[in-house]
């Protein structure tokens, strides 16, 4: 009987999904809260942008983590977070550029293309924002299937997309780099534990991304 009644390991980590996502909805709340509330500081439009885009990095570099942590781990099970991850970063950053383009241009969209012509962290952070919307695109079960083996090929931008998201930090800030610094230190680890990974990918036969990264 308690066989029986045992939950299924899908339906562990499936249950863990809707915490999961609220998780990720709270840096946001706190941020809106903040906001109604007059405790943003003194610039409280930096903070709005600073804020987002930390959250956006993080959110990147925890959908790079995934398969690292089922490689040191053994937790084939992380996989399955992956998707939710990589779209919350794709939320967060377009919450960034939202916040930039309605209250730090003042709505003055066109101008936009003025500062990513004159500033490279613009230039850059925007160039992640472009190459994030094919990948939120084709993040669905349909779209790995249509795509077969390409699906891979076009997924693994997120490399590129956290590393111009790094850039685009460390260009930003003025004074003070340790904060980008870290972050470019997570993704170069998060990289070179990688690399034997690939070894062993490219010795065995392709699977299909659509069984791999089953939701």
């Not at 915490?19 to 809106?32: E, K």
């Not at 983590?65 to 781990?73: C, N, V, Y």
């Not at 990948?135 to 077969?148: E, I, K, V, Y």
Request: hydrophobic share 55%; with cysteine; aromatic share 12%.
């Amino acid at each position: 009987m308690a066989a029986r009644l045992k939950m299924p390991p899908r339906d562990r980590i499936a249950a863990f999904k809707p915490l999961v996502f609220v998780v990720c909805l709270l840096p946001l709340a706190h941020l809106v809260w903040d906001a109604l509330h007059g405790t943003l500081g003194t610039d409280p439009v930096a903070q709005l942008e600073h804020r987002s885009g930390d959250w956006a990095l993080r959110l990147l570099l925890a959908t790079l983590a995934i398969t690292p942590l089922r490689k040191f781990t053994g937790w084939h099970k992380a996989i399955r977070f992956r998707r939710m991850l990589g779209l919350f970063a794709f939320f967060y950053v377009s919450v960034h550029l939202t916040i930039y383009l309605a209250i730090d241009l003042g709505g003055y969209w066109a101008d936009i293309f003025e500062q990513i012509a004159k500033k490279p962290y613009i230039t850059v952070g925007f160039a992640a924002w472009l190459l994030l919307i094919p990948l939120a695109l084709t993040s669905t079960q349909g779209a790995m299937r249509r795509l077969g083996r390409k699906w891979q090929r076009l997924h693994r931008l997120v490399y590129l997309i956290a590393l111009l998201g790094v850039l685009h930090y460390f260009w930003l800030v003025k004074a003070d780099h340790r904060e980008p610094a870290l972050y470019l230190a997570i993704w170069i680890v998060l990289m070179l534990a990688r690399l034997p990974l690939k070894m062993r990918v490219w010795r065995r036969p392709p699977v299909d991304a659509a069984v791999m990264l089953k939701d």
